[in-house]
């Protein structure tokens, strides 16, 4: 990760750490707690470029340069995600969030120019993706339609990549901000199920080592939908 | 010279059927034996004489640098141990491992070349000879000699040689209007074609070859540490002998070749570090077939360049899956 996605990533969880401050002593109702809010969901995560890289010779030249055999640009593809996440609210304005989200990309990598012109064509394996994460998640109560709630996230987490035959596996970080709604069809003061009700968000994730032909950051935009509860 | 021994020239490789690149194997009884050192340090000679401007103490001083770049590979256990200059010259079959050079200007196109004295029921190199073709010029220079051959990159060449590994093919060559073949390209020291006068590329060791001397002289960790790629290549069905096949890591820029040794389109290449790997198929066309395998083997050269259709995951030890490429005819 660059020096800059570090600090980004630090300014985004301190915005919103203020923005809970702020929001929290502009309501003058306190509310009910929740102990913990479990939501399970699924969506689609979006494809991201991993790179272009050649397959280099060492040309017969005194200055070292490069003679391409061909060359592979790699991708993810864009694929279905499920997700188990766990929250702990500190109030009706903020609270943490952890989850697990699992998904099985096709990693492809489309060989072209190829010096003795192999035909192009396009290769790829399935990964096993895992991004486990924790995240502030901010509620903003006061842009609230009837009992659609807006809220905000960011966080941070670690990759874990599987490659098929899931013997090599391969870490990394990733760096996470999103938006989405809430909308609790359930909402009481006592009972063991507190709340329930249905949850979407889009998400921006930044990853940074795991699957790469590069040490760029590669983005990847997810969007998800799921049930919750809280206990 | 005692009856089980067999001098061989370093040249003459021969299908050998569990590993991949090209080691150096003898065939006796049909019996098919990995030719390599069993004792180690490899104690080695420099004929005290030097030629073609180079005095002998410069010639001794390039070979130590050689024979330190194959000793420096992390992953491979070999080691050598500079016996003194020596009277004794090449190929005299003394029991003592002699480099240095010799006039052969009839050999108008061999820099310089290894042979061997091995015990073909173990396949123990007891003694290894490498003579530098006087006849031509040479270079120690750091930088080369735009001029001459640098000694240090043949010398890096030869010594693989010695040790025990054929020749790679992980080059581009194109035909000389006047004969022989101009590298236009290569990613293997032991490529059998040398860049030519000046170019000191070859100094450096490549992963071709650092996967292929440390297949050979494993250390500990080399073999669960990376990973194996075994298949077959056919054609309308049957196996293809003598395919080379290039293993491609995206993520290491790494290229690592094998070749089909057996009538089936049997490959193994070992050393691939853990991941994911472009596969490519090419024939042996770009240097003369000789140099990798006997005469005797009728080697496919028929087909066109085709890559694996999926990426193949090497590995962390052990092998992965086989595979089947098919290739087309031309």
Redesign the interface.
């Known amino acids: 990760m660059t020096r800059h996605a570090h600090v980004a990533a630090a300014c985004v969880l301190a915005w919103l750490a203020c923005a809970a401050t702020t929001a929290s002593a502009q309501v003058a109702t306190v509310p009910s707690i929740r102990w913990v809010e479990i939501e399970v969901g699924g969506g689609l995560i979006g494809g991201a470029r991993l790179g272009t890289?050649d397959?280099?010779?060492?040309?017969?030249?005194?200055t070292?340069q490069a003679?391409r055999?061909?060359t592979?640009d790699?991708r993810f593809e864009r694929a279905p995600a499920f997700h188990l996440r766990a929250a702990r609210p500190f109030g009706r304005r903020w609270g943490v969030q952890g989850g697990v989200a699992v998904s099985h990309p096709a990693?492809r990598?489309d060989?072209s120019a190829?010096?003795?012109?192999?035909p192009a064509?396009t290769?790829?394996?399935t990964v096993d993706q895992y991004f486990f994460d924790a995240a502030i998640v901010i509620a903003f109560e006061e842009f609230r339609l009837g009992r659609l709630v807006p809220f905000a996230t960011a966080g941070a987490g670690y990759l874990r990549q599987l490659?098929?035959?899931q013997?090599?596996i391969?870490h990394g970080q990733l760096f996470m901000a999103g938006v989405g709604v809430k909308y609790p069809f359930v909402s009481r003061a006592a009972g063991f199920v507190r709340t329930a009700g249905l949850r979407g968000d889009v998400r921006g994730y930044v990853l940074r080592s795991g699957?790469?032909?590069d040490d760029r950051m590669r983005p990847h935009l997810a969007i998800s939908g799921g049930v919750f509860i809280g206990l | 010279m005692k009856p089980w021994l067999c001098a061989l020239m370093a040249v003459l490789a021969f299908a050998q059927p569990i590993e991949a690149y090209l080691h150096l194997t003898a065939v006796r009884a049909g019996q098919t034996r990995t030719l390599k050192w069993q004792r180690v340090p490899v104690r080695w000679h420099a004929l005290d004489r030097g030629a073609s401007g180079i005095s002998g103490s410069e010639f001794q001083a390039t070979m130590a640098r050689a024979f330190a770049t194959w000793e420096a590979v992390p992953t491979a256990s070999i080691a050598f141990q500079f016996a003194g200059a020596t009277g004794a010259e090449p190929f005299d079959d003394d029991g003592l491992s002699v480099l240095g050079f010799q006039n052969e200007p009839d050999m108008e196109r061999v820099l310089g070349a290894t042979g061997f004295l091995v015990d073909t029921l173990t396949g123990e190199i007891v003694e290894a000879d490498i003579f530098f073709n006087s006849a031509f010029p040479w270079s120690t220079s750091a930088a080369?000699d735009?001029n001459r051959f640098d000694l240090e990159s043949v010398a890096v060449h030869e010594i693989g040689h010695f040790l025990g590994l054929g020749h790679s093919a992980?080059?581009?060559t194109e035909v000389r209007p006047e004969g022989g073949r101009?590298?236009?390209?290569?990613?293997a020291v032991m490529f059998p074609i040398s860049?030519?006068r000046?170019?000191?590329?070859d100094r450096a060791l490549?992963p071709d070859d650092i996967a292929g001397v440390s297949a050979l002289y494993p250390d500990g960790d080399f073999r669960s540490d990376t990973g194996v790629a075994r298949g077959r290549v056919t054609r309308n069905g049957g196996g293809v002998l003598g395919a080379h096949v290039?293993a491609?890591n995206?993520?290491r820029?790494e290229?690592v070749g094998g070749f089909t040794l057996n009538n089936d389109g049997g490959f193994e290449i070992a050393g691939l570090h853990?991941?994911?790997h472009?596969i490519?198929v090419?024939p042996l066309d770009d240097a003369d077939v000789d140099s990798f395998f006997s005469a005797r083997n009728p080697v496919d050269l028929g087909f066109?360049?085709?890559?694996?259709?999926?990426?193949f995951?090497?590995?962390?030890g052990?092998q992965?899956?086989a595979f089947t490429i098919a290739v087309r005819p031309k």
Do not use: K, M, W
């Open positions: 890289v397959a280099n010779l060492r040309a017969n030249a005194r070292e003679y055999l061909f592979a790699h990693l990598a060989v190829d010096v003795e012109g192999a064509l290769i790829s394996e490659h098929e035959g013997t090599v391969e699957i790469a032909v | 080369g735009p992980l080059g581009e101009r590298v236009l390209a290569s990613s860049f030519g000046g170019t000191t590329h490549q290039v491609f995206p993520a820029g290229l853990p991941g994911p472009i490519r090419e066109l360049v085709t890559f694996y259709n999926r990426l995951v090497a590995p962390s052990g992965g899956d």
